[in-house]
């Protein structure tokens, strides 16, 4: 498989996320995490996720897979960061390819996408 369609693939997982503790794990209930959205930001493009998915406000990104402008609506950020990491754990039909972020990558990541409301 070519790296264009492994990084098309990656965006997939994006929109379908289940839970995993990793985005809660260190803050008291109720409380929003610190998003360094910059960083968020640098991470979705690194990782290929804008060839698949479209996040208002951004600059191109792709048709594949679901927008993402409004994602937070309707996945926790732990849901988010479980169909990064294992997307074919929660959709065995997905064609997006698991990644392979750093615990901390993941987290801001998914942070992220969970606050665009």
């Known amino acids: 498989m070519n790296n264009r369609i492994k990084q098309m ?10 839970a995993t503790p990793l985005a809660t794990a260190s803050r008291p ?25 479209k996040v208002r406000g951004l600059p191109g990104g792709g048709s594949m897979g679901p927008d993402l402008s409004r994602v ?3 996945l926790k950020a732990a849901e988010i960061a479980r169909y990064i990491k294992q997307p074919k ?9 698991p990644t392979h972020l750093k615990p901390a990558d993941l987290k ?3 942070n992220w996408l969970a606050s665009l409301k």
Request: charged share 20%; with cysteine; glycine share 10%.
């Open 9 to 18: 693939l990656l965006g997939g997982i994006l929109a379908l996320v289940v």
């Open 29 to 53: 209930a109720g409380t929003k995490p610190k998003i360094n959205v910059t960083r968020a930001q640098k991470l979705y493009k690194q990782n290929g996720c804008a060839q698949c998915h």
């Open 72 to 74: 937070g609506r309707r």
């Open 89 to 97: 754990a929660v959709n065995p039909k997905t064609k997006m390819p």
């Open 108 to 110: 801001t990541l998914s």
